[in-house]
Nanobody, 116 residues
Framework: QVHVQESGGGSVQPGGSLRLSCTAS??????TAWYRQTPGKQRELVAA???????NYADDVKGRFTISRASAQSTVNLQMNSLKPEDTAVYYC????????????WGQGTQVTVSS
């Protein structure tokens, strides 16, 4: 089973930036996605990137978040700019799914808190 690890969460004021990183113990040559979840709500897709570099974003993060792969295909980053309080959530990295359904490999999640 692939071990997925997220890093880079933290607390930031509204308008600030954070960068999340996702690494895996095996190949990351799958669709890699970032999801987020708040208490009482379902996990939602934030952004995804294919092995070829095609990206997809949720409407409420378009223009603010950027998903990218490191050149060695070993890391997928999520650059989050102009953060809003409603971006507060636990962010999870997921491997091997589709845009409609997540894969089986999840990280443990990293907390992002946006508050003044």
């Amino acid at each position: 089973q692939v071990h997925v690890q997220e890093s880079g969460g933290g607390s930031v004021q509204p308008g600030g930036s954070l960068r999340l990183s996702c690494t895996a113990s095996g190949s990351m040559r799958f669709l890699t996605a970032w999801y987020r979840q708040t208490p009482g709500k379902q996990r939602e897709l934030v952004a995804a990137i294919t092995p070829g570099g095609t990206t997809n974003y949720a409407d409420d993060v378009k223009g603010r978040f950027t998903i990218s792969r490191a050149s060695a295909q070993s890391t997928v980053n999520l650059q989050m700019n102009s953060l809003k309080p409603e971006d507060t959530a636990v962010y999870y990295c997921n491997l091997g799914g589709t845009l409609n359904n997540p894969g089986k490999s999840w990280g443990q999640g990293t907390q992002v808190t946006v508050s003044s």
